[in-house]
């Protein structure tokens, strides 16, 4: 099976840094994804990774460690729009294929 | 920019009625994705289908659910019957391949009284 773990919610101030963690378990793992879903809306994707390391995009940041199990999400600049829950996936590699499975979400909240 | 198309945004119905949910994927993207949302599950995978092949339906209960691609443009999710218990939102998303970022439609958000 698979397990995904991110905290349930996280608040932090407008202009600053925030760090989303998320940690999982899995088998035959093949990737992990960031996606934002900004309430009463769809997720959209934000970022992939698939090797160690940090994939930067404009002020949002993705960081992996696949021996860790442990990847995060950096945000930058912090602005009210980025209020929002903030979902990690985990790719697993099956037998017909890919299976994304997604954790809880972190709903991250941003004040002025 | 290309979206995934959903109909109904909205459905309002009674139990034991039945329910049909479409989805317009991407032009191009071989797979397709039904997922459910709820407070309590979070998002929740239903039914994968690559080239129109269902590959797996495993998270979808199989007494009342059901997924076709009756072509590459229109894939559906029907209830028949419906419960209070299916009460969610209902996703559909597309993708390349099944290693590439998915694109979800709006969603229909469907209650069952």
């Known amino acids: 099976g698979q397990n995904i773990d991110q905290p349930t919610e996280m608040t932090a101030t407008e202009g600053a840094i925030v760090q989303i963690n998320c940690t999982y378990q899995t088998s035959g793992f093949n990737g992990l994804f960031w996606y934002q879903q900004h309430a009463g809306e769809a997720p959209t994707f934000l970022s992939y990774?698939?090797?160690?390391g940090l994939e930067e995009k404009g002020r949002f940041s993705s960081f992996l460690s696949r021996s860790k199990g442990y990847s995060y999400l950096l945000l930058k600049e912090l602005q009210m729009k980025d209020s929002a829950s903030y979902l990690c996936?985990?790719?697993?590699?099956?037998?017909?294929?890919?299976?994304?499975?997604f954790g809880a979400g972190t709903i991250l909240r941003v004040k002025s | 920019d290309a979206r995934v198309t959903q109909t109904p945004r909205h459905k309002v119905t009674e139990m034991g009625q039945e329910v049909t949910m479409r989805c317009q994927p991407i032009l191009g993207h071989n797979t397709v994705f039904w997922y459910r949302q709820t407070m309590m599950q979070g998002l929740e995978l239903l039914a994968y289908?690559?080239?129109?092949?269902?590959?797996?339906d495993s998270g979808m209960p199989k007494d009342r659910f059901s997924a076709e691609m009756p072509d590459a443009t229109l894939a559906t999710l029907k209830i028949q019957p419906s419960e209070p218990r299916d009460s969610a939102v209902y996703f559909c998303?597309?993708?390349?391949?099944?290693?590439?970022?998915?694109?979800f439609g709006d969603g229909t958000r469907l209650s069952i009284l």
């Open positions: 289908f690559r080239n129109r092949a269902p590959l797996d």
């Open positions: 990774n698939v090797l160690d």
């Open positions: 998303a597309s993708g390349r391949d099944d290693n590439q970022p998915q694109h």
């Open positions: 996936a985990v790719l697993s590699y099956m037998e017909y294929g890919n299976k994304l499975v």
